[in-house]
């Protein structure tokens, strides 16, 4: 069953805006992932944030989790129209189970 | 690149043909993952295999038979297809201790498959 759940569905903006995409989660869990997805192709994993973990920074990439409320976002500052694509995030349910993915946040960058 | 490649990239097949993917990561991960990524829904897991035992199979139907025949190689075997089997499918390693959390994936480009 479907674990992670992404906000917005869609996500449209211009090129120099940030980009905030958040992740709601059913049960607790150990880490929490975002991956980014260009049409077609593969995943690639961008950033990897621990339970025990309040927010991560990776470039223009800022993360937060809040596991009270079963919540993660991510944001995307001075965005580029390179950084179209769909964005998921992934949880794992318990620790030894694999992740479960969300359905994603498309989001378009328009120059 | 991933270092994950997948074969072929493009496949259309039907229903009852035999044909295979191919799945290979050249970066010593100790597990391997079959996806199945069909338009407007969730990326869904099909098969795990880790340290080359399969660990998880989330309800596929037979007509998907993994093979895992060592740490680098995954392959996904299809007959009988069905029009609605058609998607992308996605081949994801990544090194796993066991028993902990699952680390960081590495997907490969994936291979359109057209069931006809």
């Known amino acids: 069953s479907q674990q992670g759940e992404e906000d917005p569905q869609a996500l449209s903006i211009q090129e120099g805006e940030n980009a905030t995409m958040n992740c709601s989660y059913k049960t607790s869990i150990n880490n929490l992932q975002w991956y980014r997805q260009n049409s077609g192709r593969g995943l690639v994993h961008l950033i990897l944030i621990r339970s025990n973990e309040r927010e991560k920074h990776s470039g223009r990439l800022r993360v937060t989790l809040d596991t009270s409320k079963k919540s993660s976002s991510l944001l995307i500052t001075a965005s580029r129209a390179a950084d179209t694509a769909s964005y998921f995030c992934?949880?794992?349910?318990?620790?030894?189970?694999?992740?479960?993915f969300g359905k994603g946040t498309t989001l378009s960058v328009s120059s | 690149e991933t270092g994950v490649t997948q074969t072929p990239r493009h496949l259309v097949m039907g229903m009852t043909n035999k044909k295979s993917l191919k799945c290979e990561q050249h970066?010593?991960?100790?597990?391997m993952y079959w996806y199945k990524q069909s338009a407007k829904k969730p990326l869904e897991l099909m098969f795990v295999?880790?340290?080359?035992?399969?660990?998880e199979n989330n309800s596929v139907p037979s007509r998907f038979s993994p093979e895992c025949p060592n740490s680098s190689h995954l392959f996904l075997h299809l007959h009988t297809l069905q029009p609605e089997d058609s998607a992308l499918y996605l081949c994801?390693?990544?090194?796993?201790?066991?028993?902990?959390?699952?680390?960081?994936?590495?997907f490969g480009p994936g291979t359109r498959l057209t069931v006809l």
């Open positions: 295999y880790n340290f080359k035992e399969q660990t």
């Open positions: 992934a949880t794992d349910k318990r620790a030894g189970t694999a992740l479960i």
């Open positions: 994801a390693s990544s090194q796993e201790a066991s028993g902990g959390s699952y680390n960081e994936q590495f």
């Open positions: 970066l010593g991960h100790n597990a």
